[in-house]
């Protein structure tokens, strides 16, 4: 299961940090990523950032992703959490975002290779 969290109503420019709580009877995850995506109204879903747990590699995509060097995706062993720090955020991050896994080894932008999905946050930055 996954759960998100820290979503809320913010203005241009400031910075909100976004939570996933990981779990599932059995599944360690260890050999997993966990990403975020985010889809705004009327638009496809668009792949955030991912990380992969055992190693803590994150991947942004490509220069034009969503990222843009304003988001770090980051996790916590511990915690069992994948967190997204969001700065400078601007209307245009305006969506619901949401956390999945997937087992795969690559394709981590694609929706489609994810196995497991959260029901998503809501981030509205508006003045």
């Known amino acids: 299961q996954l759960a998100e969290s820290g979503g809320g109503i913010v203005q241009p420019g400031a910075s909100l940090r976004l939570s996933c709580a990981v779990s599932?009877?059995?599944?360690?995850?260890?050999?997993?990523?966990v990403a975020w995506f985010r889809q705004a109204p009327g638009k496809e879903r668009e792949f955030v950032a991912a990380?992969?747990?055992?190693?803590?590699?994150?991947?942004?995509?490509g220069p034009t992703g969503a990222a843009k060097g304003r988001f770090t995706i980051s996790r916590d062993n511990a915690k069992k959490t994948a967190n997204l720090q969001m700065n400078r955020l601007a209307p245009e991050d305006t969506a619901v975002y949401y956390c999945?896994?997937?087992?795969?080894?690559?394709?981590?932008?694609?929706?489609?290779?994810?196995?497991?999905w959260g029901r998503g946050t809501q981030v509205t930055v508006s003045s």
């Open positions: 999945a896994v997937t087992s795969s080894d690559s394709g981590l932008e694609d929706p489609r290779n994810y196995d497991y």
């Open positions: 990380i992969r747990w055992m190693s803590n590699s994150p991947f942004y995509g």
């Open positions: 599932g009877s059995g599944r360690t995850f260890s050999d997993d990523a």
